[in-house]
Structure formats: structure tokens, C-alpha cells
């Protein structure tokens, strides 16, 4: 497919990012580099100074919300991308409904917890809707380890060992790294779902 | 029995497990799972009630922090 062929389908799609940190930032930046047609994206925290190793935002944005600051980025990137920002905290309640009408979600939390709250109420709502996780993340190096593989709807991306600790912070590399690859992989499954129609 | 655990095959005693057992059994102590049985989540609160048969395929997920 030509970079026109590949723009015409995306256009149509639409992916959710549930979470604009490290891994939902970066994912969300690429996909609007190869022109989604719309991104959802959630996440009620705001820009702080730490996250900025790692997180697509810039320095004059700290205190701004991160989904409203990603929106503002990725306009910057490509004004063609509809992008709904939604400065919320995502449960078990919101996630079915903002999520609805999304051809794939992309999981890009930090916590355990709340990566699994968030794979529960997709798996409940939604079980047949490709869900992309990012796992193990931390650290430099051991780019060896990096994979990514599928569990039915679920596409599993990172090294699934390495959890975040204060000698084991997240980095820009390895996250950038397992965030290109969901981005990689939401484009694998919607350019296939095309090619398979 | 003979199960599929994470894409590896088991042989575990008896026609009949439920997830809290198999949990214990294999050690698995995450506490922040993810638990499949033929594709389809089981919800925490079923682990002590929902079985695994000869044959099934299940997956445990081990959810870390990072992102």
C-alpha cells in the first residue's frame, strides 16, 4: 500500500488512548503522524516537570491537563486528526461508553491497578474489540526482551518483567520503544481488517 | 487433566480445578491478574468458583507498573 492508501483507511478509524502518559503520548503522536481519522483520548492528570523524560509534552506545559496539551501537540503535528480530549479519571463506568465507538483501544496507564481495572471493563464491554497493552517498560537497555504478542483480542507489547521502582524509573527509549510498537500494532490490525474485508 | 497455561501445555490431577486453586498451585502470587479461559475474562470475584476442564486454554497475565 502507498502512504495514500494507507491514509485513506485511517481516516475512517478511530483508536482510543486510555491514558496520556509515557506510553499513551507517544502512541497517540505517532498515529497522528500516519493520519487517524479521530483519537479519544483520557486522562485526568496534569503535565509535571518529572514526566517530561519521557512524555511528549513540553516544558511550557507543565500544570496544563495532558489530554488538552497532547490535543494541542498533536494539532500542531496534524491539524487533519480529530482529537477528543477528556480531562477524567477513566472507571469502569465511563470506560464502555467513551470507548464505544472505537476500532481499538490502546491501554498506556502506569499502574498496575489501574491497567487492571481498565482490561476488565474493555474485556466485559467489549470482547471481541482489539485491545493493545503496554507491559514492562522500565529501565535502559535489554532491547532483546522487548516483544509483543496476542492473547485472543488482547496484543500484549513490551518485556512484561521490568515494573517501575525508584532504581528502575521509566525512560524515554524503552517507553518510546513500547509505545511505537502499539501504534505499530494498532496499524497492523486496521490496515489488515481492510485488506481481509 | 491437560491444559493450555499460557501457551504451554500442563497436566494437572483430577477433571476439574477452579482458579483460585490453580493460583496456588502454580504459585501465582500477583495480586493484580488477569485471567482468561478460552478467551473469555473471569472476574475476580468467580476465581473461587469458576473451573478449568480438560482442554481449556488459559491465560494468566501478570499486570506490572510502568508507562
Known amino acids: 500500500m502507498t502512504f495514500e492508501e494507507i491514509k485513506r483507511i485511517l481516516q475512517q478509524k478511530t483508536v482510543g488512548i486510555a491514558g496520556a502518559g509515557g506510553l499513551g503520548s507517544n ?13 479519544i483520548i483520557a486522562d485526568f492528570d496534569m503535565v509535571s516537570e518529572d514526566n517530561l523524560n519521557r512524555q511528549y509534552y513540553f516544558y511550557d506545559q507543565i500544570g496544563r491537563f495532558k489530554a488538552d496539551a497532547l490535543k494541542e501537540n498533536i494539532q500542531r503535528i496534524n491539524p487533519s486528526v480529530t482529537v477528543l480530549s477528556h480531562n477524567i479519571l477513566l472507571t469502569e463506568i465511563n470506560i464502555p461508553v467513551l470507548f464505544r465507538d472505537c476500532d481499538v483501544i490502546v491501554e498506556a ?20 474489540k ?15 526482551i522487548i516483544h509483543c504478542r496476542k492473547v485472543d483480542n488482547m496484543f500484549i507489547c513490551g518485556d512484561e518483567v521490568s515494573e517501575i521502582a525508584p532504581d528502575m524509573p521509566p525512560l524515554a527509549p524503552r517507553v518510546g520503544i ?7 500494532i494498532v496499524l497492523e490490525i486496521l ?4 485488506n481481509d474485508r | 487433566m491437560k491444559i493450555s497455561l499460557n501457551n504451554n501445555p500442563e497436566t494437572l490431577e483430577g477433571t476439574s480445578i477452579t482458579v483460585n486453586q490453580l493460583l496456588k498451585l502454580k504459585n501465582f502470587t500477583f495480586k493484580m491478574l488477569i485471567i482468561k479461559i478460552n478467551g473469555r475474562l473471569i472476574q475476580k470475584e468467580d476465581y473461587g468458583t469458576a473451573t478449568i476442564q480438560d482442554g481449556d486454554d488459559v491465560t494468566v497475565m501478570h499486570l506490572i507498573s510502568g508507562g
Request: proline share 3%; aromatic share 6%.
Open chain 1, 27 to 39: 502512541c497517540a503522536v505517532a498515529l497522528a503522524r500516519v493520519g487517524m481519522g479521530k483519537l
Open chain 1, 109 to 128: 496507564f502506569d499502574q498496575a491497578g489501574q491497567k487492571e481495572m481498565l482490561i476488565e471493563a474493555a474485556e466485559i464491554a467489549f470482547p471481541e
Open chain 1, 130 to 144: 482489539p485491545l493493545v497493552i503496554g507491559l514492562g517498560v522500565a529501565g535502559w537497555g535489554k532491547n532483546d
Open chain 1, 178 to 184: 513500547v509505545a511505537n510498537m502499539q501504534a505499530n
Open chain 1, 191 to 194: 490496515l489488515n481488517q481492510t
